[in-house]
């Protein structure tokens, strides 16, 4: 991972059918961009997405895995699973998931690890609530999720990670936080990573990457940022049009 690669990555969420899926995944397999972009549709579209985007610039991840590589747990779906579908990506402790699977920082660092040993580069979604906000907690939370998260993992040379902070209250809104508040949580997120890895690891495997609201509108601003790497889309990632200015402006800012 080259410290100048830049991402964008499309969190479809539970939003598009199978049809819906294949549909956006033809409109968008033509794109060519020196930027990786990367689409995560629902477990029950990836293997079609996969086929469609197959030997496109395009990537597939999943929007999530379970902490076991393999055994009796009815309605998950395992790393390796998705890696043979032909992901590269997943994505691993959204916020939707903290809060309506109450997933916990232990399972999300187990997460990890089973999507690392997949050879899955692992999304680690961080991110404070509205009233951690108004606490004025935002720091600390995300040094707390970011080190519960990866610390104690074994990051070998060729293992990356890509950490995208998106403050919950942020997401689906509309409304992007400002970009020097997204510059100042990166700085936050920079910092812990070297408290945990060598500068060499933090500066050649981790990139950081923002998330809440960003449009092609918007997302220039925050591609233009020292410590940002790439963005996550969710709404705006939806309809092809959108998506691809995106690239674009991702493209033509850096
Ligand atoms: P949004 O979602 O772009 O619709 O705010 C981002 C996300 O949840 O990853």
Redesign the pocket.
């Known amino acids: 991972m080259s410290q100048n690669q830049k991402f964008v990555i499309a ?1 479809w ?1 539970m939003k598009l059918g199978i049809s819906e899926s294949i549909h956006l995944a033809k409109a968008i397999k033509k794109i060519k961009s020196n930027v990786e972009v990367v689409v995560c549709p629902s477990f029950a579209s990836v293997v079609e997405v996969r086929n469609i985007l197959k030997g496109s610039k395009v990537k597939v991840g999943g929007q999530d895995c379970f902490w076991e590589s393999e055994g009796a747990y009815t309605g998950e779906v395992s790393a390796s699973q998705l890696r043979e579908a032909g992901c590269d990506y997943v994505i691993i402790g ?1 916020s ?1 998931r903290r809060k309506y699977l109450q997933e916990t920082d232990e399972m999300i660092h187990n997460k990890i690890k089973t999507a690392l040993s997949a050879s899955l580069t692992p999304i680690i ?1 961080v991110g404070e609530s509205f009233e951690q906000r108004s606490e004025g907690a935002t720091d600390y939370v995300l040094i707390n999720q970011v080190t519960k998260a990866i610390e104690g993992v074994d990051l070998g040379s060729d293992k990356k990670i890509i950490i995208a902070y ?1 403050p919950v209250w ?4 509309g409304q992007a936080i400002s970009p020097d508040e997204a510059e100042h949580a990166h700085q936050v997120i920079r910092q812990s990573l070297f408290d945990i890895f060598s500068p060499g690891l933090v500066k050649n495997n981790f990139s950081i990457i923002y ?4 449009t092609s509108q918007n997302v220039g601003e925050f591609i233009a940022l020292e410590n940002t790497s790439g963005v ?5 990632s939806l309809k092809s049009d959108e998506f691809i200015a995106i690239i674009k402006n991702t493209q033509n800012t850096y």
């Not at 942020?170 to 809104?173: A, L, M, R, T, Y």
């Not at 996550?232 to 705006?236: E, F, P, T």
């Open positions: 969190n969420k959204h939707e979604c998106e942020v997401i689906g809104s998330g809440g609201s960003i996550l889309v969710g709404g705006a």
